[in-house]
């Protein structure tokens, strides 16, 4: 190898197929519904099947704006990806896609533990509803909305240098 020329990175697997290898680890570890707050993980994958990621615990916070937000947080960019996870409350969405009241309070509420993962090639979320534990809902990075906002902000923005004194 001719260490002049530079050497190509090697390719992460799909970000959907790392979220849901991520999801599979964190349910047998965290198999819950109910978080005191949002986790922040920062996941390792290159070289190896996206099943068999490796995952360390960054942080938590009660509000998951505040999470990503934290300055503590940037440390998630020294790995391959993040994983933030969240648990709260679903309702079904009206037919024009809002939400008429708050998930917490609507009648046919459900309890959802929610897993994004952001790597430099995207951005995909798996969740799972405590009613329906065997079963996964993934999404390839469609989401809409603050939090995938706040998520695409985190990742993909750069860093903030605060002043020295």
């Not at 920062?42 to 942080?59: K, M, Y």
């Amino acid at each position: 190898m001719n260490q002049d020329i530079p050497q190509p990175a090697e390719t992460l697997p799909d970000v959907t197929d790392i979220a849901v290898g991520v999801e599979e680890k964190l349910h047998g570890l965290l198999d819950t519904f109910e978080l005191p707050g949002a986790r922040l993980y920062g996941v390792n994958i290159a070289g190896r099947p996206a099943s068999e990621a490796n995952i360390c615990f960054l942080a938590q916070h009660p509000d998951v704006y505040e999470l990503l937000d934290a300055p503590s947080s940037a440390l998630a960019r020294m790995f391959d990806a993040a994983a933030i996870v969240t648990c709260g409350w679903a309702a079904p969405l009206a037919p024009d896609g809002t939400i008429e009241g708050a998930p917490s309070e609507h009648e046919a509420r459900r309890r959802v533990r929610l897993i994004i993962v952001v790597a430099d090639h995207g951005v995909a979320s798996v969740l799972r509803f405590a009613d329906q534990p065997d079963d996964v809902v993934t999404d390839p990075g469609s989401a809409t909305g603050s939090l995938a906002e706040a998520v695409t902000h985190f990742w993909f923005d750069p860093p903030v240098n605060l002043p020295t004194a």
